[in-house]
């Protein structure tokens, strides 16, 4: 997705030097020229997929064709998201997936290039004295670095650390997966009503308990999150979902 091409970086500091521009340019779309961003990523659009290149730039463009491509690519989709979300809460998630993308990046070039044990060691400690582009869109950098523990205490609830600006009543506000055990002591009829009853809005399919499910908050259908593009992790920062049909009818009314 580049314009221009940029040399590979071979050593740990020239990794390092490309993770920083690369992340240098992602922080800018997510902070000041975060309107300009938000503007790209309509969600009327196929998947779009935020870049950072080395010379601090960003970009939104559609993934690239080649298969499998040059350098691991971005989240795809960011844009399908945008309008059923806080604007907050959806800056964070993108800034979640940059900081997953940069990751990726910066230790495929160390595999590429044969970097030992010292060397991706190096790298990765380089890389972790910088705050996360998370950090620095949801103001928590300070923070995270005076008490690198009040992240770690939660992580295994839904409402993890890094949520912790959500408040308990909002990371409770989407409706997911249906819990067709709760009725267990209804017996087998009340199983197989909650069975035959729950559908996907989407694609017509029952509700399969190996499956995510997430709940519309407007029309109150069920939805698989694979038909409507909403993973779990995604699902934890959204406050009030809309499915694709009841935002895109109130787009056309505003």
Known sequence: MEATPH???????????DFKGRRAGLIKALTADVQKFYQRCDPEKENL???????????????????????PEPALGINF???????????????????SWLLSVAFYFGARFGFGKNERKRLFQMINDLPTIFEVVTGNAKQ????P???????????????????ESQAKGVKMS???????????EDEEDDEQGATCG????????????????VCERWFHGKCV??????????????CPSCSSKRSRVN
């Open 7 to 17: 040399p590979l970086p071979r050593s740990v500091d020239e990794v390092f030097s």
């Open 81 to 99: 998201a945008r309008d059923g979300m806080q604007e907050k809460d959806w800056l964070s998630l993108v800034a979640v997936h940059s900081d």
């Open 178 to 188: 249906p819990p067709p055990k709760e009725e267990d002591e209804s017996g087998e």
């Open 49 to 71: 997929c935020l870049y950072g290149f080395p010379n601090e730039t960003w970009e939104v463009n559609l993934p690239v064709e080649e298969v499998p491509p040059e350098l």
């Open 202 to 217: 989407a694609c017509g399919d029952n509700y399969g308990t190996d499956e995510f499910w997430i709940c519309c908050d």
């Open 229 to 242: 593009k909403i993973t779990p992790a995604k699902a934890e920062h959204i406050k009030q979902y809309k």
């Open 144 to 147: 995270s670095k005076d008490q």
């Open 149 to 167: 523990a009040a992240h770690n205490n939660g992580s295994k609830s839904k409402s993890s650390g890094k949520l912790s600006h959500l408040s």
